[in-house]
């Protein structure tokens, strides 16, 4: 039984239906946005800008396709069907006749629906993993930067050690599958997700420290939530099983986390010792404020700007990391359907079916291109600020 096809205009068509969902949320948020920009800070003045506008919108793009990726997708994306093998786009899956809209891979998956679950993988591990590496390197670079001295000594000698350690070969080291067979992954991972727990918990204990009443609350909350998530990720040992990652995410997360805490770690630094100098400074020192208060409440608050766009380029530089390690294969398994492995496993057949790499190439070109569209919108928005 031979493979029938469509049109190239019938494929067009079959993509923009299929991301139905996704055009409905984009409709809906870009809606409210313009409608209450003006109540939303920092995230309405974005939409001032046609950089902005495009940024947040590509950005949100990815984030609607991987909430609703099973609702786009086809089919499920490590499914195989023989006849399917590196079939052209357009082609009609005989058995059930559904399209596969961007053709098939050397193992006879759709390739539209591994690119719409591959954003699922990027999106919940570089933006979580640039998170954590903001805990780590705001509640390090605060003391550095605020205290100076022995402290800040010490502190930014480990920094420099780590940037001095070539990147490729840090990483190289950090996600080999022989490095989960050591406690390294777990030991760092049981350290680095410490931070955010030890953060939040002093954030709230010099807010409300004179307020028992909401003290007990916040601190009770941040310690309950934390050390469930922390049992989860660290030592797969959620009782309820709702928070777990696999082994070979936990690996990228901790690697991601590690070569990137210390570049966040020196721009915190630098920025607090800039801030510390300022008045309101000053008067919260005659205040009588603790030095964690006004690292926490008077400095970091005035630090956001530069840090919200360095997140952003954050998140994109590890969308690029993720794609590099999954192109050579390592971190995460091989059948995923992550946009670096979809790469690395249609380039091994350019030369004779090339379909298979442009739609997770482009993906991660778009998903990187708004993320620096946004962070050039905040940047230019923080300097007016």
């Given at each position: 039984?031979?493979?029938?096809?469509?049109?190239?205009?019938?494929?067009?068509?079959?993509?923009?239906?299929?991301?139905?969902?996704?055009?409905?949320?984009?409709?809906?948020?870009?809606?409210?946005?313009?409608?209450?920009?003006?109540?939303?800070?920092?995230?309405?003045?974005?939409?001032?800008?046609?950089?902005?506008?495009?940024?947040?919108?590509?950005?949100?793009?990815?984030?609607?396709?991987?909430?609703?990726?099973?609702?786009?997708?086809?089919?499920?994306?490590?499914?195989?069907?023989?006849?399917?093998?590196?079939?052209?786009?357009?082609?009609?899956?005989?058995?059930?006749?559904?399209?596969?809209?961007?053709?098939?891979?050397?193992?006879?998956?759709?390739?539209?629906?591994?690119?719409?679950?591959?954003?699922?993988?990027?999106?919940?591990?570089?933006?979580?993993?640039?998170?954590?590496?903001?805990?780590?390197?705001?509640?390090?670079?605060?003391?550095?930067?605020?205290?100076?001295?022995?402290?800040?000594?010490?502190?930014?000698?480990?920094?420099?050690?780590?940037?001095?350690?070539?990147?490729?070969?840090?990483?190289?080291?950090?996600?080999?599958?022989?490095?989960?067979?050591?406690?390294?992954?777990?030991?760092?991972?049981?350290?680095?997700?410490?931070?955010?727990?030890?953060?939040?918990?002093?954030?709230?204990?010099?807010r409300f420290k004179d307020r028992p009443d909401k003290l007990y609350l916040t601190l009770g909350l941040?310690?309950?939530?934390g050390f469930w998530v922390y049992a989860g990720l660290v030592f797969n040992a959620d009782p309820l099983?709702?928070?777990?990652?696999?082994?070979?995410?936990?690996?990228?997360?901790?690697?991601?986390?590690?070569?990137?805490?210390?570049?966040?770690?020196?721009?915190?630094?630098?920025l607090v010792m800039d801030i510390k100098t300022r008045d309101y400074v000053a008067a919260a020192q005659?205040?009588?404020?603790?030095?964690?208060?006004?690292?926490?409440?008077?400095?970091?608050?005035?630090?956001?700007?530069?840090?919200?766009?360095?997140?952003?380029?954050?998140?994109?530089?590890?969308?690029?990391?993720?794609?590099?390690?999954?192109?050579?294969?390592?971190?995460?398994?091989?059948?995923?359907?992550?946009?670096?492995?979809?790469?690395?496993?249609?380039?091994?057949?350019?030369?004779?079916?090339?379909?298979?790499?442009?739609?997770?190439?482009?993906?991660?070109?778009?998903?990187?291109?708004?993320?620096?569209?946004?962070?050039?919108?905040?940047?230019?928005?923080?300097?007016?600020?």
């Amino acid at each position: 039984m031979g493979i029938e096809y469509i049109g190239a205009f019938q494929v067009v068509l079959g993509v923009i239906a299929r991301f139905w969902p996704v055009w409905l949320g984009l409709a809906i948020m870009l809606t409210l946005s313009f409608t209450f920009k003006k109540k939303l800070g920092l995230y309405g003045q974005l939409f001032d800008s046609g950089v902005g506008i495009a940024g947040v919108a590509i950005c949100f793009f990815w984030l609607f396709t991987a909430i609703f990726a099973s609702t786009i997708a086809p089919f499920d994306p490590l499914g195989q069907v023989a006849i399917m093998k590196d079939a052209l786009p357009g082609a009609i899956e005989p058995a059930s006749h559904k399209i596969y809209l961007f053709g098939g891979d050397k193992l006879a998956r759709d390739v539209f629906s591994r690119m719409v679950f591959g954003s699922q993988i990027v999106l919940i591990i570089a933006p979580a993993a640039t998170a954590f590496a903001l805990m780590v390197g705001i509640t390090l670079g605060l003391p550095a930067g605020y205290y100076g001295g022995r402290i800040d000594s010490v502190l930014s000698f480990l920094a420099n050690l780590v940037l001095a350690f070539p990147v490729i070969l840090l990483f190289y080291l950090l996600v080999t599958p022989g490095i989960m067979d050591t406690p390294i992954p777990y030991g760092l991972a049981g350290l680095f997700f410490l931070f955010p727990i030890i953060f939040f918990a002093t954030l709230f204990w010099t807010r409300f420290k004179d307020r028992p009443d909401k003290l007990y609350l916040t601190l009770g909350l941040t310690l309950v939530l934390g050390f469930w998530v922390y049992a989860g990720l660290v030592f797969n040992a959620d009782p309820l099983g709702i928070v777990s990652i696999e082994p070979n995410q936990l690996n990228i997360f901790v690697a991601v986390v590690f070569a990137s805490s210390p570049g966040v770690f020196r721009i915190v630094r630098g920025l607090v010792m800039d801030i510390k100098t300022r008045d309101y400074v000053a008067a919260a020192q005659t205040r009588g404020e603790s030095p964690w208060y006004i690292m926490l409440w008077e400095i970091l608050p005035n630090a956001r700007g530069p840090l919200i766009v360095d997140a952003c380029l954050r998140i994109g530089y590890t969308t690029i990391l993720l794609g590099t390690l999954g192109y050579f294969g390592l971190g995460l398994a091989p059948e995923s359907p992550d946009w670096g492995t979809a790469i690395k496993d249609a380039s091994r057949l350019l030369r004779s079916f090339i379909h298979p790499a442009l739609p997770p190439t482009i993906a991660l070109m778009s998903f990187v291109l708004g993320l620096n569209l946004l962070a050039d919108a905040l940047r230019e928005q923080s300097m007016k600020d």
